[in-house]
């Protein structure tokens, strides 16, 4: 596929990418990350600058952009915190227009999805999602790549969510479906992923020989999965909520006897930060066949090959 397709694109949610064009995303973060490991450093981004605007807490994502711009060549400027963009009651619009005369790139970590779609809308310049309340497209990027380093591929793959209905379950569930695997997600009634979602991943999963199945038994999502992938109980912004939600997500803690029901060679993921003891225990986070560390690795490779796809 020709890389010139991907520049100047947006990356809001996992199906701003055809099934073609997301493996051929991942395809060159396995290639760059095989090439950095052998010696060979480039930096086809020197000169270029990408904003960073994270309105939510982050180490994965903060420090593997920086990393990713500066091994890339271009230069990152972070604004994070109260002092940060969008803190002064400044419009969306008026922002990307100011930010697009200086950078080349918008990273976004924010709330509402509506607003990274609305500074997509406005800026001439990419826009990266880097988390919204409902997609973490560049979190999904880097599970594939990992998925796709272990197993070689992705079509046919049983891919087991279990937890909450949350950005997570919609990343995976696109991310699935583009891919040809087959998602099952299973969530407490009440806290299932989005209805909108659901049918966009299943009108995928119709093109490429992917399923997609929302259940309410942990049980029947895990049986004979290949992969095993929970989530936080309580999101970023839901904090209040935590101990309301402990009872309903109880029964859906990954534990050793619910990954015991994947298949012998399954592997557990999580975008991590883990919650130990809630929505995994520590038998399976620091299983032999968990790869979380690998998992946020490939954040790193994954927005390096995003970055330098949409920047050219
Ligand atoms: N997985 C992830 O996005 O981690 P951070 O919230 O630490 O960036
Ligand atoms: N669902 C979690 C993911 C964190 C990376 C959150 O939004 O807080």
């Not at 409902?134 to 079509?155: S, V």
């Not at 407490?188 to 209805?195: I, K, L, V």
Request: aromatic share 6%; net charge negative.
């Amino acid at each position: 596929m020709n890389n010139e397709l991907f520049k100047g694109r947006d990356l809001l949610a996992m199906d701003d990418f055809s099934p073609e064009e997301l493996v051929h995303v991942v395809g060159v973060a396995e290639a760059q990350k095989r090439m950095w490991a052998t010696g060979v450093k480039k930096a086809p981004l020197v000169g270029r600058t990408v904003a960073i605007i994270l309105q939510k807490p982050s180490l994965r994502t903060r420090v593997s952009f920086e990393v990713a711009c500066l091994r890339l060549g271009a230069s990152p400027i972070i604004m994070s915190g109260p002092d940060g963009a969008f803190s002064r009651g400044e419009t969306i619009h008026d922002t990307a227009k100011v930010l697009e005369r200086y950078v080349d790139a918008i990273v976004l970590r924010t709330y509402a999805h509506a607003t990274v779609v609305e500074l997509a809308a406005h800026a001439s310049v990419p826009v990266i999602n880097a988390l919204t309340d409902d997609h973490h497209p560049c979190q999904g990027l880097a599970d594939l790549l990992t998925i796709q380093e272990r197993f070689g591929r992705f079509a046919g793959l049983r891919f087991a969510y279990v937890g909450d209905g949350n950005n997570m379950a919609n990343t995976y569930l696109l991310a699935g479906a583009l891919t040809g695997m087959h998602v099952s997600v299973a969530s407490p009634q009440g806290f299932e992923p989005s209805a909108d979602v659901v049918a966009r991943a299943t009108s995928i999963a119709e093109r490429t020989g992917g399923r997609v199945t929302v259940v309410n038994d942990p049980a029947i999502a895990v049986a004979g999965a290949n992969v095993v992938v929970t989530d936080t109980w309580a999101s970023m912004g839901q904090e209040a909520e935590h101990d309301a939600r402990v009872a309903a997500f109880e029964p859906y803690r990954v534990d050793e006897a619910l990954f015991s029901k994947a298949e012998p060679d399954a592997i557990f993921l999580h975008c991590l930060p883990a919650h130990r003891g809630e929505e995994v225990t520590d038998g399976v986070i620091d299983h032999p066949r968990s790869l979380v560390f690998d998992e946020a690795e490939n954040r790193l490779h994954a927005q390096k090959a995003l970055l330098s796809l949409v920047l050219g």
